[in-house]
């Protein structure tokens, strides 16, 4: 099944890309800065499944960023849309079959971290998984070992690079532990406060699969949540919605950009 997929992107793709992007919702306006763009709806990639979630326009793209060839997914797959872990991860893999090296995540996230702010940028140093391993089952062979290590899920050296990327655009960021949820439904007050507790500063339902698959393959990591919600302050009139939580990434998605085309360049 992925080598089919993988097969058919072969033709369409530009260039020899090295690095993927999978951008979260709200964060599809990096795409807008892919130049040479190919763009292929999932629809027509044989066994992709389809993207069912706000603020996930269902594309791949494939062109140059930061002068750099790479491939974006527009819009990802969730565990909650009522797909198996292997729909959820099934790109990561036809990825790997294409070359891919590095992979670069995002995602909306409330901030758990009481010092965080609607807008924050947030590195991903290292997850909580609290949702259904991608890897349990046979093992993929062809992709990696029985156990993967995680101890370094999050690249390092990536890490360093955007932080310095940071410092000389003056880009202000924060670093920390994103928490992987199945949702759909928001977290009541008592899980932001429990997940802050054991250590988490952001929280979301996507991007942990992923990364998981993408280690097991091989692939080096680089994370980044944008703050959408603050899940710590709860006035009486509060309310999780999810249209706001596409206009908060939405707004905070340009300075990610920059981030992001800078990021591509040096690796």
Known sequence: MYKIAADYLAGRIQGNPRTAIILGSGLDGLADRITDAVVIPYAEI?????????????????????????IA??????????????????PVRVMKLLGIENLLVSNAA???????????LMIIRDHINMMPNPLIGPNEEA??????DMTRAYDR???????????????????????GLTGPSF??????AFYGKVGGDAIGMSTVPEVIVARHAGMRVFGMSVITNEGYHFADDFVNDGADVIVAAREASSL?????????RKI
């Open 187 to 192: 977290e009541t007050p008592a899980e932001y």
């Open 73 to 90: 997914m527009q819009g990802r797959f969730h565990y909650y849309e009522g797909y198996t872990m292997r729909q959820v991860t099934f």
């Open 46 to 70: 044989p066994n992709f499944v389809r993207s069912t979630a706000t603020g996930h326009k269902g594309n791949l793209i494939s062109g140059r960023l930061g002068g750099q060839w790479v």
């Open 143 to 148: 992709f990696g070992t029985r156990f993967p």
């Open 256 to 264: 990610m950009t920059q981030l992001f085309t800078e990021l591509v």
């Open 110 to 120: 409330g901030g758990i971290n009481e010092t965080f702010k609607v807008g924050d």
């Open 157 to 179: 050296e990536f890490i360093r690079y955007a932080e310095e990327i940071a410092a000389e655009r003056s880009i202000p960021l924060r670093k920390g532990v994103y928490v």
